[in-house]
């Protein structure tokens, strides 16, 4: 599998934007896909995730504002940001989790095998 996110930019405090990450190669046997950031300085955090059930994690600092989406025709999954806020700012991974493997926890990166190459959300 291979991801390519877009979508990113800079965008002023209160303002939106939208994140998509196209999958290509073999992705039938993709358990769980999401969204990871890592501020400057800081470690990668997991931002949100849907498993292949259509089910959803938040991490509390998103709750309300992002949503986590997919399009299985598309093999696309988005993030979309609202009410953006400066600690926002951070290049945003998309990463894919394929059956098997260890268990950390849904937002936990090192439960994902799968990473894009980054796209920079900066919110001033």
């Known amino acids: 599998v291979q991801l390519v996110e877009s979508g990113g930019g800079s965008v002023q405090a209160g303002g939106s934007l939208r994140l998509s990450c196209v999958a290509s190669g073999v992705t039938y046997n993709i358990y769980c896909m999401g969204w990871f950031r890592q501020p400057p300085g800081k470690e990668r955090e997991g931002v949100a995730i849907i498993d292949s059930d259509g089910l959803t994690t938040y991490a509390d600092s998103v709750k309300g504002r992002f949503t986590i989406s997919h399009d299985n025709a598309k093999n696309t999954l988005y993030l979309q940001m609202n009410s953006l806020k400066p600690e926002d700012t951070a290049t945003y991974y998309c990463?894919?989790?394929?059956?098997?493997?260890?268990?950390?926890?849904?937002?936990?990166?090192?439960?994902?095998?799968?990473w894009g190459m980054g796209t920079q959300v900066t919110v001033s």
């Open positions: 990463a894919a989790r394929p059956y098997g493997g260890k268990w950390y926890g849904p937002l936990a990166p090192g439960s994902y095998s799968v």
